[in-house]
């Protein structure tokens, strides 16, 4: 069945009958013994929250964190925030959901991007990369995460595709930027382009939400990215050890300085360029993803508080013309 | 007569005879009255630190900082430094040097340079920026100091002609970045990444050394160029305000954020790439040139103090072989 | 008619009918397709969100922001916070208002104010900034926003006449501390803390509500006012051009690091004194301001957030007794 | 006998026989197992290392870190600095030299400074605080030290007599700024200027030479201050327990802020007030001092590394002109 | 009469009827001249905000901020929190009341606590140490409020008792880490575990409700703290006052770096390890409370905003079983 | 033959021929064409530079960085620091000198240190802890490199031995704690302590001298660690991966806070308390270490510049007598 109502655009008072998932579930106890259940819902258009009061055990066995739900209940509000009160509770088989009702994703064809990524691959110079990123190619489980996964939870690329979309803009980039720079090693610069976030696709957990995976918050997308780069380099037979140790460097220093989760600052041209071009296209998509929510009248956007700052989008006359 | 010393090999014990620049000069006096005259010498390969015990006042009155002179003398140590002890002095013409012993240039042929940003521009679609570029070229005055001018006094193209090959360089990542993402405005993104600096043509002194301007230290660059870009823009007729503002706001923001000298952080899409592209194109070229002083059988180069890490170039069979 | 309710004491049910500011609009969509409108009132008491639900289109055509509006409708909540549900709105002629509704004021007579200043400049003895200021005087309409602008937004002084009377104060104190430091040039000071937040004329607007305007967020009241300056130094014969980069630097470097919005640092002994008096008379009105408007009765202020600290006004028997 | 040579004069190859103050002593030993003796020596003009290689037992016994003596030696240098090989120290009474050439001092005169603040706490309104200051008054020692004392050991006002001319420059001007904004309790804020350091009375060492003494740098100016402040109102009846909390709040939080030694931020108008003319008297005078150490001749002073800025004196035409 | 309702459970909708702290208390007006009240009410599961519309100077004289009350009214909402709504207010005798409804203490036995530590002094072997805190031991009122104290007002050990706990924890860590190291000063670092946070005894008022004090506010509990040391040392004979500085050294230094409130930062290898064991203690406290309170059978806790992540408890598998 | 004379003890003008570790070796030229070799020359006592002008190519090939040479030659001073001037280089085999002499090593018998750590991961009970340590153990190459490794080049333990050391303290001190605060797993808490450094091995070289391994520099030795551990990981079955990656975590978090290195900071309670200890006996160490090397006689060290203060030794009066 069709979803029709998204979290996004529940007001209170609004009767609610529809899919979400299970995001969080948490049972507890006020003081006087009685239980009660709190949840998150999700979908696409984001989360709320929602509040069991009656049949709690019964409920709570329903499902678990992740699974999709039916609810029936009403939107109130609590402590400022729209709250779903819930009558009801039912479990939803996955294969009978629209998984695009639930998580956002990139509206561009991730296997034509992925194409274009194999082609870029295929003109390695340097025997072991070409090797290594094959390697990455032929790993069917690998390219599946690979096109779903996204960059981020919040921010920048936060969909699915996202990380395919992201890295294919840095690999065109470095393509660029080898050219124009001279003495940059192109291949290395590339495979470092495509590889500095592998990670993510194990930090991340994006079956039917996304958010951090226990793993992710304790090893993050750096170390992961790591374990499954060496993975892939005990396949290869012939790697130059210290050839490997520059690729790793970059997935090592593409944050750019420890404050940010550079273990050690770039030390090469090509990891500087990496850290570069990685926080240009974060911010470019950041900026850019930013401004497509709000009110296209305004000149001004809502005060943005990571960056904080208001974008300019210009008034209508303040369009360039380029006729 | 040829410059046959330089002052970065000058060592303890070495006799001198030879033209440098006078770059300051301080008449000091002991305690017992007599004066004594403290001089920096300047030549193309660095600055080196003088005295002058004996006839003061006439060795003093034989030229102001900035002449060019011909020392005789001998090179000792101070404190830890070499130290020329200085017998004669004389006046040297500014038509009897080659003014290329005195200050470093950069290698390329800045005519040609130019040649190519001025195509550049001779692309642009919005009337009044063309119009704006247009009465910049047409400023002799303006050209033959845009062709001189030094990108830094250290760091970064920190040469005659640095801040030529910057912004040229710079332009061509912006050609390139408004075909890699849509929806920027390509003649403001080039026209910034042109103008951001101009105010450097100012800032710095380079006639005989690179050093800070009395304008330069008080106003700093972005005051200085945001005056030179409102007396052109005073110049040409119909120039839509916000436009103007729009331009002008990437010289306040393109140092990104206020601590490292943004009155405004970067507050539109091309804003934010000139401040990515800005950065890029000054650390390449500083870690380059900073690799390129250093011995190449190495490894490593030794402790860049202001990005606090030693750089790697690889072991000659590190070199990836693209044959 | 006139304006009895104000924003600050609207509670949950109350009903409403009344004149205030639209300082914003905002047309929005549901995913269903109907259209709402997202406004904010403001009169001198504070800002209220309020929402249109019917009629979207007819009413959004009745005024823009900054227009003066009738409206009728009741007071909601939406995310813990008061909200206008607005049935009716009208627009009001500005002529029909008593501005003095619409936006706090300074209790003090400006016209005096300004006196006192004109009165302090007369008593230069150094020309050209005798002649400048004069022209600042002179110009009637420089006049009447100086007279009315605002210093801030928030914080000190975020009231009509609040740049005039912060700007006297420090004059007055640059005069004091010209008398009690030898060898500071007291002319230069005193117009330093005249002119050094000129800007803010153009930086912010306040002809309804005070915001910043699009040119104060893109360029920042140090460069309006600089621009400011120049065109009146343009105006004048014989200014020392060395002299009037002193004048200039205290602009730029009045905020004293980079990261509070210098581009210089202060590097004369009156731009750092200028720093001073400027953070001072600033401190001292954006603590007593906020002490006024709290319970009279405690001894301790509500935390400030951004000066990060709870204030002590004492108990009544701690008042010192003068007499 | 009257010193004829100073350590801020001495050059390699001077031979010295003069009388210097023995500021600190080390015996070392060699890997051979030879002893020698490091000292430092000092006068008003400054600090030079030396060494003793001979007779090392017993010339060490001659004099303890503190004493006066005459030594006879001559200059070479080590490790870039001038260093004084001596060859003979022999003790000299401190009532035999001229205390004037061992440290540098105010040239004001200090009895009439310290009349002038006497009589400015003559005109206290409130009791106990005009008992209070009394009681230090009455103190011969407190005030013999009050004279004499420093206010630090560099960067402003770090010579005898130093801590008195800040002090009632901060008093007067806090008299000043009493009667510039109203509501201020101006006895409060007179004293909190004369007795916010008094604590550098026990901070610092100044019989011989300006140190930080072992209580000051185990507990600070702060703490110390406050000790001293409890012990004379330990001495004055009737004192208000919460008036007197207001006053060691001035001690307690004139740095500003924690990360400059501010315990709390200032929380009374009066504490905020205190620490700008604190600031600003400090700042005055180190920008001054440091400037007239400097060539008078050049425009621009050298680098200041802890305010991290040239200074700008100005060109002789650019004196302002007052007649 | 036993108190029934914890304001932690408060929702809208909910009757109250029962007894709490009435911890704030402030009339304001509206502009239409009326009073209404502001209060804010406590027990030992949190706080809540309460207004009075009604009879307001009557209710107003019932009671001052820390007096027991009892009061009827119904939880509202307002700006997103539950807010009573007070219908009648009446005073209730300190002695008709369970103090520990009001505030959250400790569980463990505060007199065996203390026993320990008076036994672990009792081993001190340095006489002036042995007896300061002997003297401490046999100040009855110090004991009594030593017993009592919380160690903060949040975050760690913020609860009667706490101070007790957090002290006797850091005297058994001292005395360990006294035996590891060779060299410390055993029990003058035991006596600085002790004293160390002694201030807070007066910093806070805990008499109804934990909350800072003036005193607190205005000089810290480390200068208390001083304070009270330095009192009881003036009634003991024969301390070595090198020694005591090296104990208020501690008291100094404790908070590590000035930026987080050490006035110096420790320069003893004592001071050094007594700031380790309280960031230790404080730490590890603060993260175990905060998992106390959160759903145990989720792996991660909610966000810690002051410690800047989620913890991690494990899931019930990976317990490690150490049978 | 046995090494005689050691650079920290070198002066200007003594007459060298011993044996020493070529640290660096450069081969640099001179604008003249002339070539000559800049070396690095290192023992146990530190490291000295030098000079060879003559026979550049010839005494160039004898050796290579790392190797153990013997020279002859004197010492000179240049730019302010002693300088080797070399006539001649012999190579020396590697078996012929005392590897005592080059490097500085622990006094404490490193055999009976490791047995102790053997015997505490004997008392493990939970299984694949037991097993992977054990592992450990049984590589014979691990064992020997972890009983010779440094804990750093510089501050702390940087001597051979010093990572061994390092971690039995560490780790003695987890059991202790595990003893103390209850709920911590005392096996996760011992093995964090002995493996969170475990990088160290590869992160440095230190055949003949200490310093960082390329791959030191490239990945660091959390990095390193992480895949020392993955190693052996692989060679155990039956490990439980969410308990494996808690004891990563605790490499990955060791340093507390991203910007000193932390990929995440530590987010379970063991991960807590190892950042601790690792900061507690670092630190302690490295004061120690400090104050053991200054003059026994001062009651103050030399300004410690990483950690910013003197440290205090106290006056012999001033120990405190345990008797």
């Keep these: 069945m069709a979803k029709k109502t998204f979290v996004a655009t529940l007001s ?80 939803v088989a ?103 976030d592998v990670g993510k696709l194990r930090e991340f957990d994006y079956a039917t939400a996304i958010d951090y995976s226990d793993e992710g918050r304790l090893l993050s997308h750096i170390v992961i990215g790591l374990e499954m780069l060496d993975e892939k380099l005990r396949q290869i037979p012939d790697v130059p050890r210290d050839q490997a140790n520059l690729l790793k460097h970059m997935i090592v220093s593409h944050h750019g300085e420890p404050a940010f989760g550079a273990l050690e600052p770039p030390k090469t041209v090509e990891a500087v360029v990496l850290h570069y071009i990685d926080d240009l296209d974060s911010k470019i998509n950041a900026v850019r993803e930013f401004m497509a929510k709000e009110d296209p009248d305004q000149a001004w956007t809502s005060f943005h508080r990571l960056l904080g700052r208001h974008f300019y989008r210009g008034t209508p006359e303040a369009t360039p013309s380029k006729a």
Excluded at 39 to 46: F, K, Q
Excluded at 47 to 74: C, H, L, M, P, Y
Excluded at 96 to 104: A, G, H, I, K, Q
């Design 12 to 91: 209170p008072g609004d009767a609610v009958d529809d899919e979400f998932v299970l995001a969080e579930k948490t049972v507890l106890q006020k003081r006087d013994g009685h239980q009660y259940l709190n949840v998150v819902l999700a979908d696409r258009s984001g989360q709320i929250k929602g509040v069991v009061w009656d049949n709690v055990r019964s409920i709570a066995a329903v499902a678990e964190a992740g699974d999709f739900i039916r609810i029936t209940g009403s939107v109130s509000e609590y402590r400022g925030t729209p709250q779903l009160v819930i009558k009801t509770m039912t479990a």
């Design 94 to 196: 996955a294969d009978r959901v629209s998984p695009e009702d639930f998580l956002p994703a990139t509206e561009l064809d991730v296997d034509q991007l992925f194409e274009r990524l194999v082609n870029l691959t295929g003109t390695f110079t340097t025997p072991w990369l070409a090797r290594l990123l094959a390697a990455f190619w032929q790993d069917e489980a690998f390219v599946a995460a690979f096109k779903k996964a996204p960059a981020a939870k919040r921010m920048h690329h936060a969909y699915l595709g996202g990380l395919l979309v992201h890295c294919l803009s840095m690999a065109i980039l470095a393509d660029k930027l080898a050219a124009h720079y001279n003495g940059l090693d192109r291949d290395l610069l590339i495979a470092g382009a495509i590889l500095h």
